[in-house]
């Protein structure tokens, strides 16, 4: 190296493309020559020897200060040497940025949904539901929905009548997923439903009203989507755990019975916020 009118020196130069480089000693068929200006301080050439090639490169421009100007050549040099050394510096800065920082605060997404199911009640319902999503995780989150179903002028084998059902149950759920589109996220979920049932029936020989207890396990899917704003997307089963029979009394004075059948199916749509 001949410093020349530059303050550059060789020791701190060495150490300064070392330290870009990420290694102590280079291959023995490379050979680095920088050379200073004679009376500009802030102009220097350097040359890199490859394999009986050269590459030559000045600056004219070099910055005032002294580190500065060290750092500035080294680095040219280190990215004559090796180009990829700027691709990996900001890979493992974009590491540790995101390391230090701290992690982001989960979402909560707040759903309301208008929900329309089958055999949930005794047969076909309508109803509603409101709830809120808390994300623990990236990947997993917590749910609790508020939801109420209607159920209209359902019959029992050998009885002349009908009866209406509405139901209204709070419904805790784990889920788990991620997104599997720009602006679309995936889950799975399972939980259970718990509420009350009330029964009114109209037209039997016998009419009477009933509430009892309606307790079910419940798991599906829901989509999160954005299509002009957000909306939630679920379909879900509904598997009955604790769920009284429907009575009432035929012509002949008999009792009738309708047991709630296995399963159901749930489809809810409505919008979401997130906050």
Known sequence: MVAGATCLEEGPLETEVQTWLGRDRLSADLHVHVTG???DARSVVFRIVRQGKTRERRFNHLPPDCEDATAVVALAIA???DAT???ELARAQAGDDASAS???PPERVFAAQVAAGYEVLPGASLGAAV??????FGWLSVRADVLGQFSWSNSIQDATGVFDAVVGAVAPQVCAGGPVAPRVRFELCSGAAAGLVHVQGRGYAVSRSA???WIVASGGARVLF???ISWALDVGGIFPLHVPAFQA?????????RSPSAAGALLSVGPAFTF
């Open 131 to 136: 709830g809120i999503e808390y994300g623990l």
């Open 102 to 104: 701290p992690s982001a």
């Open 79 to 81: 990215l004559s040497i």
């Open 211 to 213: 509430t009892g207890s």
């Open 226 to 228: 954005d299509a002009g």
């Open 249 to 257: 009394q035929n012509g002949a004075g008999e009792n009738v019975y």
């Open 85 to 87: 050394v700027v691709p």
């Open 37 to 39: 200006d004679e009376r």
